[in-house]
């Protein structure tokens, strides 16, 4: 697995350089450099939902997520998921 602990809740997703962590109970937030994408979240007994927007962008620019993520995505986050011992699962969100 690619993934390496940085802090509690604070993953690193080693091939990607993408980081993943909590900003509170209902959301999470995807880093990458200087940008930050805030995804909503459900939290449940061992499993996380994540809600992904269909065209993903920066919260702090607005531009999309470059394509060696946004088209990893959901992959990039199952493996911090399943990291830290969660069964993710996700929904499409239009934003």
């Not at 809600?51 to 702090?60: F, G, I, K, S, V």
């Amino acid at each position: 697995m690619t993934v390496r602990k940085l802090r509690p809740q604070l993953a690193l997703h080693v091939e990607s350089g993408v980081t993943l962590g909590s900003a509170g109970r209902e959301e999470m937030e995807l880093t990458s450099g200087e940008h930050v994408l805030t995804l909503p979240v459900e939290r449940g007994e061992r499993q996380m939902r994540f809600y992904l927007p269909t065209e993903p962008r920066w919260d702090d620019n607005g531009e999309r997520l470059p394509p060696e993520i946004a088209d990893n995505l959901q992959s990039i986050i199952t493996e911090i998921a399943l990291f830290w011992d969660r069964e993710p699962s996700f929904r499409s969100i239009f934003r």
